[in-house]
Structures are given as structure tokens and as C-alpha cells.
């Protein structure tokens, strides 16, 4: 499985992103999904994850209300739509593919990662 990111950008505080991940392979409708993100000298943070058919999501509480994960199985795309965001938004997110159906939170259960957007928002 190969994924593709795309979507970050520099934006004001209160304004609004939309990532995408694009992914190949037939299987995608098979995995759960993860959306991590990542500031210099830290590890990453898992922010939400949607699981193989998008009927169950999960966003950590700093983003809950803000953030929305979903996915797009006939177009092999997983989304994460970013509204009022923060300073403290900014960091470098990462898609990632689980190779089972379930979400987990741990980095360690994800096999696949996309290369990263970064996003900025400014005060």
C-alpha cells in the first residue's frame, strides 16, 4: 500500500484545512485508517482514526468538535477535515494504513505511513 498526503498549507488561527490521503491497492476498504501528527523533537501523536467501512471514528479529545476524520472507500481516500484550528495545530500530519480493520491508536499497528503535509497556522 502506498499513500499520498496532500492538503496542508499556512492558515490563520479559526481558519480551515482539509487533508487528504490517497491510497492504492484494491484492499483499502479492509483497513482502518489513521491520521498522526508530528513537532519537531516529539513523537507522534495519534489525532483520529476511522475504521475499515467509516462506520466507527475516533478523535483524541484536543481536536474532538474540531476535526473530522472519514474515508472514501470507492476512491481509495481517507480525509481529515481540520475547522477552527489552533496554533498549537501545527505540525507535520501523517496518514497511516492499518493492515486490519479495527482503529488502534498506537503508531506501533500501523505498517503503512504516507510522507507527511505539513500544516501552520499562525496567531
Known amino acids: 500500500v502506498q499513500l499520498q498526503a496532500s492538503g496542508g498549507g499556512l492558515v490563520q488561527a479559526g481558519g480551515s484545512l482539509r487533508l487528504s490521503c490517497a491510497a492504492s491497492?484494491?484492499?483499502?476498504?479492509?483497513?482502518?485508517m489513521g491520521w498522526f501528527r508530528q513537532v519537531p523533537g516529539k513523537g507522534r501523536q495519534f489525532v483520529a482514526g476511522?475504521?475499515?467501512?467509516?462506520?466507527?471514528?475516533y478523535h483524541i479529545d484536543s481536536v474532538k468538535g474540531r476535526f473530522t476524520i472519514s474515508r472514501d472507500n470507492a476512491k481509495n481516500t481517507v480525509f481529515l477535515q481540520m475547522n477552527s484550528l489552533k496554533p498549537e495545530d501545527t505540525a507535520v500530519y501523517y496518514c497511516?494504513?492499518?493492515?486490519?480493520?479495527?482503529?488502534?491508536?498506537?503508531?506501533?499497528?500501523?505498517?503503512?505511513w504516507g510522507q507527511g503535509t505539513l500544516v501552520t497556522v499562525s496567531s
Open positions: 497511516a494504513c492499518k493492515s486490519l480493520a479495527l482503529i488502534s491508536s498506537s503508531s506501533n499497528d500501523y505498517s503503512y
Open positions: 491497492g484494491r484492499t483499502f476498504s479492509t483497513y482502518a
Open positions: 476511522i475504521n475499515s467501512s467509516g462506520g466507527t471514528r
